[in-house]
């Protein structure tokens, strides 16, 4: 198919040169001179390992042109990619100059060719939203047939990109997917495609930006970390072997889906004394040491939502710090409790109920919330869904039935996430 791909950085001239190798005729637009001409006698302007095998092969062949601006495409369906460079502003913001170039140029070349069907890809890294602002101001006013605008993230890493390319270690497309059968012959050559990997525009443009931040967590985490074992004496080779373990019961994504804060006798009180431990040093560990403040901002977070529904009846659905226990050390949850029934002026006259085991129920019934005149404290038998304004489902887990009466009743629900996968995150 004839590709042509604006911007022959090190994203740009990675995927140009590998759309080339999946078969397709490739021209290469980019607007610096230096580039084009360096391109085009077979001399790459960057270093990327076994690019330049890539390019000499792809110059033999004639499937790759490098250009300074784009030509009038010669078949009638084509494809864009769009791989300019989104720099950062001196205030963190992203600079869109490039690619509000690029559009414009798009826009025009489209305008030039009314019978042709193009499909455009943008590959550059745009925070969530851009794609649909930049499509409804250059390209909204096309024909649907004419013209499929695709959202697909570029995750390679330099120094291994074309492996990265060939073998993504993540691959999504955000935007409609009803143009996935129209398009299937260009998609289904790209490696990592199958179907289903669909994502909202704004996922596709988020998730470059939640990935690399996540990856720079961990590695702050792990130099903070190194940095605290060596203060103690502690071998920070040691510490990696073990924390970089094979562990078989862990599932991918443990830890990751978002939910309540986290609490319970182990987390927490670890937590804070690795961060004690690094205060106690002679360096600072910003990461470590915000870690419990994070958390706490949540719960504050948690606490306004339900503050904001003003519900006169509330039932808490399980009270322990996770499911399946019956401890109540560190339970954010009692705090949530605690902290609205010291609001006087919100639950007056609320009347709060705690659903949970029976084990659960006889051992609150001797902590000072059971004072409360409005707190009631009741096991699965006795629980009425249709007595409550507002459900906040915690750590313990409604049976089947319970939970298909909740959508019929209609009622408020906060679900505080501690059942992982059914989780509707309420931010
Ligand atoms: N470098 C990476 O490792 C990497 C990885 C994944 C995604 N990304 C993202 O991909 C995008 C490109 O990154 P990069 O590192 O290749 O950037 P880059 O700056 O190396 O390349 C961008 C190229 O686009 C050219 N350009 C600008 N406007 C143009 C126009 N109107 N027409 C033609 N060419 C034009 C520039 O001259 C430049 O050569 C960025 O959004 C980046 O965040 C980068």
């Known amino acids: 198919m004839e590709v042509k791909v604006f911007g022959l950085g090190y994203v740009g001239t990675v995927t140009a040169l590998s759309l080339c190798q999946l078969g397709h005729q490739v021209e290469g637009i980019e607007s610096v001179a230096e580039k084009v001409k360096s391109l085009r006698e077979g001399k790459l302007h960057l270093f990327e390992e076994g690019l330049d095998e890539q390019l000499n092969k792809v110059c033999e062949s004639g499937t790759f042109i490098p250009r300074q601006k784009p030509t009038s495409f010669k078949e009638k369906r084509n494809v864009i990619c769009i791989c300019v460079g989104t720099p950062m502003n001196a205030d963190g913001s992203v600079n869109l100059e490039q690619v509000r170039g690029v559009f414009s140029e798009i826009e025009e070349l489209l305008r030039g060719q009314p019978e042709d069907e193009t499909l455009v890809l943008l590959r550059s890294t745009i925070p969530p939203g851009t794609s649909r602002s930049l499509f409804k101001e250059f390209l909204s006013h096309f024909p649907k047939e004419r013209l499929d605008f695709v959202f697909y993230p570029e995750f390679l890493r330099e120094g291994q990109a074309i492996e990265d390319?060939?073998?993504?270690?993540?691959?999504?497309?955000?935007?409609?997917?009803?143009?996935?059968?129209?398009?299937?012959?260009?998609?289904?050559?790209?490696?990592?495609?199958?179907?289903?990997?669909?994502?909202?525009?704004?996922?596709?443009?988020?998730?470059?930006?939640?990935?690399?931040?996540?990856?720079?967590?961990?590695?702050?985490?792990?130099?903070?970390?190194?940095?605290?074992?060596?203060?103690?004496?502690?071998?920070?080779?040691?510490?990696?072997?073990?924390?970089?373990?094979?562990?078989?019961?862990?599932?991918?994504?443990?830890?990751?889906?978002?939910?309540?804060?986290?609490?319970?006798?182990?987390?927490?009180?670890?937590?804070?004394?690795?961060?004690?431990?690094?205060?106690?040093?002679?360096?600072?560990?910003?990461?470590?040491?915000?870690?419990?403040?994070?958390?706490?901002?949540?719960?504050?977070?948690?606490?306004?939502?339900?503050?904001?529904?003003?519900?006169?009846?509330?039932?808490?659905?399980?009270?322990?710090?996770?499911?399946?226990?019956?401890?109540?050390?560190?339970?954010?949850?009692?705090?949530?409790?605690?902290?609205?029934?010291?609001?006087?002026?919100?639950?007056?006259?609320?009347?709060?109920?705690?659903?949970?085991?029976?084990?659960?129920?006889?051992?609150?019934?001797?902590?000072?919330?059971?004072?409360?005149?409005?707190?009631?404290?009741?096991?699965?038998?006795?629980?009425?869904?249709?007595?409550?304004?507002?459900?906040?489902?915690?750590?313990?887990?409604?049976?089947?039935?319970?939970?298909?009466?909740?959508?019929r009743l209609k009622v408020n629900v906060i679900d505080l996430g501690f059942h992982k996968e059914t989780t509707d995150f309420p931010f």
Not at 175 to 181: L, M, P, Q, T
Not at 227 to 242: D, P
């Open 165 to 407: 390319f060939n073998k993504p270690r993540l691959f999504c497309l955000g935007g409609e997917s009803d143009c996935e059968k129209k398009w299937i012959d260009f998609f289904q050559l790209l490696p990592g495609f199958s179907q289903n990997l669909w994502v909202s525009f704004e996922s596709a443009e988020l998730i470059k930006y939640a990935q690399n931040s996540y990856n720079a967590l961990r590695i702050t985490f792990a130099n903070e970390l190194g940095t605290i074992a060596s203060s103690y004496g502690v071998s920070h080779e040691e510490l990696y072997k073990l924390m970089s373990g094979h562990n078989e019961n862990e599932k991918p994504g443990t830890y990751l889906k978002p939910g309540f804060s986290y609490g319970g006798p182990c987390l927490s009180k670890e937590v804070e004394a690795l961060a004690w431990l690094g205060r106690k040093s002679t360096h600072e560990f910003p990461l470590i040491n915000e870690i419990a403040n994070s958390n706490e901002r949540h719960f504050e977070r948690f606490l306004t939502s339900i503050e904001k529904l003003e519900a006169k009846n509330i039932l808490f659905c399980g009270v322990t710090f996770k499911e399946n226990t019956d401890d109540l050390r560190h339970s954010f949850v009692l705090s949530l409790i605690e902290r609205l029934i010291n609001k006087p002026s919100y639950l007056v006259p609320a009347k709060l109920t705690i659903l949970d085991r029976p084990m659960v129920i006889s051992r609150l019934k001797s902590a000072p919330i059971a004072e409360k005149e409005f707190i009631r404290m009741i096991s699965l038998d006795e629980l009425t869904l249709g007595d409550y304004d507002l459900i906040i489902k915690g750590p313990f887990s409604l049976p089947n039935g319970n939970l298909e009466e909740l959508k």
